[in-house]
């Protein structure tokens, strides 16, 4: 797969694709629909499959706030290998960029990027202060690309969006997120240094360095753990260790089980399948490793 940054490169040598537009952070079953439709009309059209993408949120971009990600742009990279996509393209935004007409946004990154069918959401906007919508596509193509519009997805009543798979993380609900992204909800990071505390009570756990993910509700959940393109079941905790001295912000750490090799410095991936209890602070070291114990149990049983 070609990665391809737009606005950064000239003179493209690309041939005619079928490409999905959009933001897609996360990549649940709504995005998945995109990227099905750009699947069918390539192979029926013979195009090549593509999907255009931001580097940055651009709400953050244009608010000037921090951001957290459900997917970073190297995920979405790994998730579209899988579908045998052609070409990510991926536009760095800028002032340049959000101040772009939808007209001048359809000519420069469409039609001249040899763009001949176009799948977008029902809700996708682009160009200067969001004015493009998919009726300015469909309206300016003028023969040059077709467009297919994916109507919108539910569940129990619930449009599937980022926004609703945010709320379902904040709540703990990993599980119905699971569902809506036809696949667990994971993060990726380096393993840091943390404080052993973990390995002094004889559960040591890798802590990961997260950066700008979205996480789910502090707690405790069982977990699969992928390193080295081996996957392991683990405990995973996320909180501010209240049993010992109190965190200044929220941690990441896991316990990987059977497994007791160093993996400082490695990136691994954290994948969230259920969550088992609220963060609590006990009273004493060993009733904490009381229920770290039946933690375990609970997750070796009934996680898979």
Known sequence: MKIIYLNEQDNLFLKPSCVALGFFDGFHLGHLKL????ISVA?????????LTFD????????????????????KIELLKKYNFDYLFVLQFNEA???????EFIKEYIIEAKIKHVVCGFDFHFGNHGLGDSNVLIKNSNNNYQVTIIEKLEYENHKISSSY???????????TVTKLLNRPYS???????GRQNGHKIGFPTANIDVKDYVLPQNGVYGAKVFIDDKVYLGMANL??????????????????????????????????????????KFESVNKLIEQLNNDKQYITTHVK
């Not at 990227?35 to 750009?38: A, G, P, Q, S, Y």
């Not at 013979?46 to 999907?51: E, M, N």
């Open 35 to 38: 990227v099905k439709e750009v």
């Open 165 to 175: 798979l945010r709320e379902l993380l904040n709540n703990g609900d990993v599980e």
């Open 56 to 75: 940055v949120q651009p709400k953050s971009f244009l608010t000037n706030q921090s951001f957290k990600y459900l997917m970073s742009l190297e995920d």
């Open 97 to 103: 960029l959000a101040k772009l007409e939808p007209e």
């Open 239 to 280: 909180g501010f260790n209240p049993t010992f001295k109190t965190l200044s912000k929220v941690s990441l750490e896991v316990n990987i089980f059977d497994f007791d090799e160093d993996v400082y410095g490695k990136v691994i991936t954290i994948a969230f399948i259920k969550k088992i209890r609220a963060e609590k």
């Open 43 to 51: 192979k029926k059209n013979d195009l090549k499959k593509g999907l």
């Open 187 to 193: 993060v990726s990071g380096e393993v840091i240094y």
